[in-house]
């Protein structure tokens, strides 16, 4: 619970370097909270950066109170996310101005436009502080308690600015748009792309497109069974179950919600799957972008693909919007005859190695993608850090940071696999990282199907004893994450102690990998952006909300 406590000698060893920078503090139910000043942002992030080693700035969530409007920043350590702090700036509500955080956090420059955009807080000194997902003509912060949704928009028609000043003498710069309706740019997207030459100068992403409202959808929803569906939506790739556990491991920990073991390893068995349908989708569709291969490799990822759904609809009913997980467990049990739906998973698992072989016989040998991809779209250990990259972008550039082993949950920490990284930081790398990872999730799921073949029949219980409704504590607030398909799903949630949550707010991960493309795009060809965009694997679902 949300508990305001003043300052005293026990200082929770996080806290202990801000000490003198502290307001008050309060206690979220993942992790200590700091309150600090508005015009001190900058010094106490920095000051946790350094000295307590907090180097991930996972979210910042913005929220309005009748009496303030507050900004939380979400801070952990990549090399060990249970080490982690909220620091929590409140700002009057007659002038919501806060200190900004991008000087210390470079991903934070997306977060803080988001939350003036969407809750209407100002942040001094930000670098570019406009509207991030609505046209700079609208008219109101939609998340905002006073925001009129009946209100009339007119968006007006804006000619495109070029993004840089060309101050040298000779030609100047070109201005090209990239999507946001084009095959390589996965979605909704638009690129304002200047180049110089042939060689992109500066890439500035567009994005908003299909901005949906998600957050506020799960504000108006029951914890109980109303939010549930809404998470398969976020990842249309097929990571649809990965997601729901984003949610649930929220809800469950601020419900104080035991999930019972049977049903633990029946969600890790499933969120494999789902992570196996997620990857073959950004295999396929990249071998698509980079060398055009569609009579092969992608139809390869699709045939796959329908294999793993294929399962996946036997266990869940759905073969995309999965709507499988429930708080406290699962939906209901193993289809039957279990041993028919284990044999499935076993064939299933058992031809995979043959099949990667050819994966990597076509794409990762094919000279072709190796000129394309190899030294292309770099992204080093530093910047990937700097911008809160997580899943297999982060570590395909040596950033050993997976949720499922570092901050365990689910059945993973009693099987035996490995976390993936490679050292390149480049496109081919994110192309290694992914094919890797579908083998140490097949690696999973069998243990998993082993387990599951062995249980008890008296034991099988796949939910636990959870309310009808659920009523958390007022002031309870909790943020948690899930290592999804495309890396860190968090959700932070707040409780006024009714049967819907007072503030939802998503974390996800391709957000932080889109911000990171315009370091990665600079200086190289048109191109190489193509499969850069591609190795990022993003879904503008949880790009846009």
């Known amino acids: 619970m949300a508990q305001t406590v003043h300052r005293t000698d026990d200082v929770h060893p996080l806290i202990e370097p801000i000490a003198d920078h502290i307001l008050s503090t309060e206690r979220h139910e993942n992790a200590p909270a700091a309150v600090i000043r508005a015009d001190e942002v900058q010094t106490v992030l920095s000051t946790l950066r350094t000295e307590a080693g907090l180097d991930h700035c996972a979210c910042v969530t913005a929220q309005e109170y009748a009496d303030r409007f507050e900004t939380i920043y979400h801070l952990r350590r990549y090399a060990d996310p249970t080490q982690e702090l909220s620091v929590v700036v409140p700002t009057a509500r007659e002038s919501p101005t806060s200190e900004s955080a991008v000087p210390v956090y470079p991903t934070a420059a997306w977060h803080e436009r988001e939350a003036y955009d969407l809750v209407g807080i100002e942040y001094e000194d930000h670098p570019d502080l406009r509207r991030i997902l609505l046209p700079e003509t609208w008219q109101g912060h939609p998340l905002s308690r006073d925001y ?90 097929g990571a649809g179950l990965l997601n729901e556990w984003a949610y649930a491991r929220a809800a469950e920990a601020l419900a104080d919600i035991e999930v019972p073991a049977y ?59 999965f709507n499988y997980l429930r708080l406290g467990g699962v939906a209901w049990d193993l289809p039957e005859p279990r041993d028919a739906f284990f044999e499935k998973i076993r064939a299933f698992l058992d031809d995979l190695p043959h099949k990667l072989t050819e994966y990597h016989d076509m794409l990762t040998s094919n000279e072709i993608l190796q000129l394309r991809t190899i030294d292309t779209g770099h992204l080093s250990a530093e910047t990937a850090k700097a911008y809160g990259c997580t899943g297999p972008v982060a570590r395909a550039s040596g950033v050993d940071y997976d949720l499922r082993r570092d901050d365990p949950y689910g059945y993973y920490d009693e099987l035996d696999w490995s976390v993936v990284t490679e050292q390149g930081g480049d496109n081919f790398s994110r192309l290694l990282v992914r094919l890797r990872e579908v083998e140490e999730s097949a690696k999973i799921i069998g243990q998993c199907v082993d387990l599951l073949e062995d249980w008890p029949e008296d034991d099988r219980e796949i939910q636990a004893n959870v309310p009808r409704t659920l009523r958390p504590d007022p002031d309870t607030e909790i943020y948690r994450a899930v290592e999804a398909a495309k890396g860190e799903l968090g959700i932070y949630i707040r409780s006024d102690g009714t049967e819907t949550p007072a503030r939802f707010k998503i974390r996800g991960p391709s957000f932080s990998h889109v911000q990171a493309l315009s370091e990665m795009a600079r200086g190289e060809y048109v191109p190489d952006l193509v499969a850069t965009i591609g190795s990022l694997d993003t879904i503008m679902g949880e790009v846009d909300r």
Not at 153 to 163: C, G, P
Request: hydrophobic letters at 35%.
């Open 148 to 237: 009129n949704q009946d209100q009339p928009q007119i968006v007006s028609f804006r000619e495109h600015e070029r993004l840089l000043e060309d101050h040298r003498a000779g030609p100047e710069t070109m201005h090209i748009n990239m999507g946001p309706h084009h095959p390589s740019t996965h979605g909704v997207l638009h690129l304002n792309v200047q180049l110089d030459g042939e060689q992109v100068a500066a890439v500035d992403p567009d994005i908003g497109y299909i901005h949906r409202c998600e957050e506020q959808m799960c504000q108006q929803g029951a914890y109980r069974h109303q939010i549930m569906p809404y998470p398969d939506r976020w990842d249309w790739g």
């Open 263 to 321: 049903a633990q390893v029946i969600r890790t068995m499933g969120g494999e799957l789902s992570r196996i349908l997620s990857h073959m989708l950004a295999v396929a569709t990249y071998a698509l972008d980079v060398v055009g291969e569609f009579t092969a490799t992608f139809q390869w990822g699709v045939r796959d693909r329908e294999l793993v759904q294929d399962i996946l609809e036997d266990l869940t009913g759905q073969r995309l919007m």
